[in-house]
């Protein structure tokens, strides 16, 4: 598995409270993802990341923020988490541009927004 | 927006038996990838798909890439427990910088 990992791996939080979600890798691959999955939904993309300060939406950024300072963070904010955020984020590296090269997921986080 | 479906969402199959899991994309796609999740990990990459009407295959799995680029299949000959997950597929469009997921095929596998 590549290395990334995902920090924290479960939280709960409740409806109004900022929340950050760390994605950290160790293989120095430029490209990186947010995904939020959802069951019937797959996986959707929050935001990526194609360098450091270099940042995109996806089709679901809407109530997320994220940066990335160091070639090897990445991280994902809620600033006021409502229910509808509750799921599961993963994170995915890339050595190529999105979608031309494989993605490595990293073990993903699961977020109860109560 | 690019929408990419897979049918069908549930795959219920008996140990042995051969079956096929298909994605559909409403535009034109550049390559399409496919992942296999199993229960409780994490999307795992499988193969990617280039040319129009490419087919590869790796050990049980053959995977298929439409003459028009708008859709795929992958197809797994006698099936296993260990076939068991979710399997997707992500397409990008030409020009495109972004994967957009189908909404997965989850295999069960009855002994």
């Known amino acids: 598995d590549a290395g990334i990992t995902q920090s924290p791996r479960h939280k709960v939080t409740e409806t109004g409270t900022p929340v950050t979600l760390r994605c950290h890798q160790t293989e120095n691959h430029r490209y990186m993802y947010w995904y939020r999955q959802d069951p019937g939904h797959g996986l959707r993309l929050i935001h990526y990341s194609y360098g450091v300060k270099d940042t995109d939406k996806g089709e679901v950024s809407d109530g997320y923020s994220v940066s990335r300072s160091k070639t090897e963070d990445f991280l994902l904010t809620l600033e006021s988490a409502t229910s509808s955020q509750t799921s599961v984020y993963f994170c995915?590296?890339?050595?190529?541009?999105?979608?031309?090269?494989?993605?490595?997921f990293g073990p993903g986080t699961r977020l109860t927004v109560t | 927006g690019q929408q990419v479906m897979q049918i069908p969402q549930y795959q219920h199959v008996q140990e042995g038996e051969d079956f096929t899991t298909y994605c559909n994309s409403s535009?034109?796609?550049?390559?399409i990838q496919w992942y296999k999740q199993r229960p409780g990990g994490h999307p795992v990459f499988l193969i990617q798909?280039?040319?129009?009407?490419e087919v590869k295959k790796q050990k049980r799995l053959t995977f298929q890439f439409g003459e028009a680029k708008k859709n795929s299949s992958l197809h797994i000959t006698a099936t296993q427990t260990t076939d068991v997950g979710t399997y997707f597929c992500a397409g990008r469009r030409a020009a495109g910088n972004k994967l957009t997921f189908g909404g997965g095929t989850r295999v069960l596998v009855k002994p």
């Open positions: 798909l280039v040319k129009s009407g």
């Open positions: 535009t034109t796609l550049s390559n």
């Open positions: 995915a590296i890339s050595e190529s541009t999105g979608g031309l090269g494989e993605q490595y």
